[in-house]
């Protein structure tokens, strides 16, 4: 837009009206091809390779259009790691996602909290390519006395100032701020990076701060890219998920929303006070969350009026395309797309000039993740972790523990017990029934690897006390739900709770008691401290003590108190180490011949009777019922989302 030669408006004091469309990808992690690099396999429902063929045509559709990133692009899948710990940044080399997003004539992005999982430098570089703004108001060098005085790492805020065309075919200029904002808890989960270099301010703070400055440069439209989800209502300090309440701000007109990996607007959303799922806003503000992965483009349409010289926003309409309703209409039944722009799908699946783009970077990263490195006796899934079976976090944890160990030999710490805390990267949930690590029998590869651990963290150790880690494993097991034994095929996991804080404590042993209520909720808040799960609770056979010292393998991430398990402070560090889980388990693997895996975990599931529960896993796991014998698996189904229901006996 504004590239050709247009006539103006005679007058900017007249009445007109502006058609503007607002673009959002957000959460990209690194899909890139639509392509599964887990699986080795295509998987055309990610990736900004297609979306952006959406993009062509929802620019097709619009006269004014504006395209936005809402951060956490740069890390995720192999393609994230192979560029940060294989390749680097050699001379000419251009990081693919921001080869993409130039190619794509992003008009702003912000940083999201994954763009500093690989360090600073790293990020810097790949920043440097960008051909457009960034912007990220509360991510800073410098803390000031003031929002204002803060010293950004890049620009608060970007005016963007574009040429319109009206309804009546009519030049117009109109100047569009952009302002971002990430969950400052960036400085707690990655201190390792960022410890004395990076400092965070509230983001609330941060945006009322600066709107009104952006204002008085002569926005006439402001736009909130806020790197965090819809949460509480309320404004606290430090927040992560203060969607609400930064909508709340005077002076913004608009949020692109996201870090939570959903979808707004969506029944998700719904009785919340303020937030409208049937239009799309919150506050009364048009907003937007389009999933993650590259699974949606988002599309606000705002018309805009001006009128005595001012701008104002005077209508909206918000929708996420789906690339997988894309993929469907262009199947064998033709383009008979349900809603706006997919019956077009059938020319947006080659998407031939980004894939260009991206091509070799893909190509470099199936070679590298197609190396044989070791091989497996055992089949390494994590279909059935809930139900105490998983080949995947058991390597994980032994590979943790072997590392630990051999660092504190003969240190002070020689002498405390060295158990290791495993959480399935891949175990369903929001993302979905693929997501579950599924390595065969056989030769393992690096692709193997990454499908077992698939966060860049960093091996970490922890000493806690009994007490502590019985807090740990009641806030893991809260992830149940209470079965009732006059009750059968009660659901067994309670989605509200992310697996990655399914936190199984190797070297331990311990029974689940599911007859009882949880302890915690999902966002780690207590229900009531005196609900307890966990019985049992033994070490080498003997009672769990609860004023006895352990030492806790973790990873860095979690031993920053990410996700709030208690004890999980600075303070308790005693090993925090610059190697990344994907190399330890890598020198692991590769020292032995041949992996035989006990799948065992720690604990077993326990009801006062026997009871049949509802267990939804990958489908995929068909083929391993009979690791599960002893639980007479039945399959009941295939659920809406792809999942498959197997029934259980307890
Ligand atoms: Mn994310
Ligand atoms: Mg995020």
């Not at 794509?104 to 999201?112: C, K, N, S």
């Not at 029934?433 to 193997?448: C, D, E, F, I, M």
Request: contains cysteine.
């Amino acid at each position: 837009m504004g590239q050709e030669k247009l006539s103006f408006a005679p007058d900017p004091a007249i009445r007109t009206t502006v058609d503007l469309r607002i673009m959002e990808t957000t959460d990209l992690h690194v899909h890139l091809h639509p392509y599964d690099y887990y699986a080795d396999c295509p998987n055309p429902d990610l990736g900004l390779v297609r979306l952006s063929e959406l993009v062509d045509q929802a620019r097709g559709e619009a006269r004014n259009t504006l395209l936005f990133d809402n951060g956490d692009f740069l890390q995720g899948t192999p393609v994230g790691d192979f560029f940060a710990y294989d390749r680097g940044f050699r001379e000419g080399d251009e990081h693919p996602v921001m080869a993409a997003m130039n190619a794509m004539r992003y008009d702003a992005i912000t940083l999201g909290n994954h763009e500093f999982n690989y360090g600073l430098d790293f990020l810097m570089k790949s920043l440097a390519q960008a051909e457009f703004p960034v912007v990220s108001a509360n991510i800073l060098t410098g803390l000031g006395a003031a929002p204002r005085q803060d010293r950004a790492l890049v620009r608060p805020y970007k005016l963007l100032r574009r040429h319109v065309v009206d309804r009546a075919g009519l030049a117009q200029e109109i100047c569009i701020g952009v302002i971002g904002v990430a969950p400052p808890q960036i400085t707690t989960w990655e201190r390792m990076h960022l410890g004395g270099k990076v400092f965070t301010r509230d983001m609330v703070d941060a945006v009322a701060a600066w709107v009104p400055e952006m204002r008085e440069a002569g926005a006439d439209l402001v736009i909130l890219l806020a790197h965090a989800g819809i949460g509480a209502l309320r404004h606290s300090d430090g927040m992560e998920n203060a969607v609400i309440p930064l909508a709340r701000i005077e002076g913004v007109d608009l949020l692109l929303t996201g870090h939570i990996h959903q979808v707004f607007p969506s029944r998700a959303f719904a009785d919340i006070p303020g937030v409208d799922v049937e239009n799309g806003s919150i506050c009364g503000k048009p907003a937007i969350m389009s999933g993650f992965f590259g699974s949606h483009l988002g599309v606000i349409d705002l018309q805009m009026q001006r009128d005595g010289g001012e701008w104002r926003v005077s209508g909206f309409k918000v929708e996420n395309r789906a690339l997988r309703a894309a993929s469907m209409s262009f199947g064998a039944f033709g383009g008979a797309g349900a809603s706006t722009g997919q019956g077009e799908a059938r020319a947006v699946l080659r998407s031939p000039r980004v894939r260009k783009i991206v091509a070799r970077a893909h190509d470099m990263v199936l070679e590298n993740i197609r190396q044989p490195i070791g091989h497996t006796e055992t089949p390494i899934n994590s279909f059935f972790v809930f139900l105490g079976q998983s080949a995947s976090t058991a390597l994980v944890a032994e590979a943790q523990r072997d590392f630990v160990a051999a660092r504190l030999a003969g240190g002070a710490y020689e002498t405390l017990p060295v158990l290791s805390a495993v959480s399935p990267a891949k175990a369903g949930g929001l993302g979905g029934a693929r997501n579950y690590t599924n390595v065969a029998k056989g030769p393992l590869t690096r692709r193997s690897l990454a499908d077992l651990y698939t966060f860049p963290n960093h091996i970490a150790a922890l000493k806690l006390t009994g007490a502590q880690l019985r807090s740990w494993l009641e806030r893991s097991a809260s992830i149940y739900n209470q079965l009732h034994p006059e009750q059968d095929d009660g659901i067994l996991i309670n989605p509200a709770h992310p697996a990655y804080n399914f936190e199984m404590v190797y070297g331990l042993s311990y029974r689940i008691d599911l007859s009882q209520p949880a302890r915690y909720r999902g966002d780690g808040s207590v229900i009531d401290p005196g609900h307890s799960r966990i019985r049992d609770l033994h070490l080498d056979g003997a009672e769990l003590e609860d004023d006895a010292e352990f030492i806790i393998c973790t990873n860095s991430f979690r031993a920053h108190g990410a996700g709030g398990f208690e004890g999980a402070v600075s303070d308790n560090l005693v090993i925090e180490d610059r190697a990344v889980m994907r190399d330890i388990l890598h020198q692991y693997v590769s020292k032995r011949d041949q992996l035989s895996i006990d799948p065992t975990t720690p604990f077993r599931l326990w009801m006062p009777e026997p009871q049949r529960a509802v267990l939804r896993t990958g489908p995929a796991a068909f083929e391993h019922l009979d690791a599960i014998a002893d639980f007479a698996p039945e399959v009941i189904g295939v659920d809406k989302a792809g999942f498959m229901r197997l029934r259980v006996r307890l």
